[in-house]
């Protein structure tokens, strides 16, 4: 009797680790998720700020047509006003009055 006893407590207690250990992988997982994601909003963020400083640039010297590190940037200027696109993207749309 005492033996099944003694049986019993460890195999609560395996049991006890157990849930545990799935309750803290769920949470690591949870926070691994998250730290991905956010990391991939800062890097989209990052290229969205890149294309705008390309853009910057363009229009400071005076460019249609700019690529740095990758990124091209066209600048069409017209009597309404300017608009500045990255690929199709229209990045900026100034109008004029």
Known sequence: MGN???QRV???ILLEALLALAVFAT????????????RKAENDLLREEEV?????MALQTKQSHLTMNGIKVRVET?????????????ILDVQGK
Request: hydrophobic content about 35%; glycine content about 12%.
């Open 27 to 38: 949470i690591v997982t949870l926070l691994l998720g998250q730290i991905h994601q956010s």
């Open 10 to 12: 460890r195999g609560t």
């Open 4 to 6: 099944l006893r003694k």
């Open 78 to 90: 017209s009597q309404q006003g300017i608009q500045i696109y990255h690929g199709r993207e229209l």
């Open 52 to 56: 705008l400083r390309v853009a910057k």
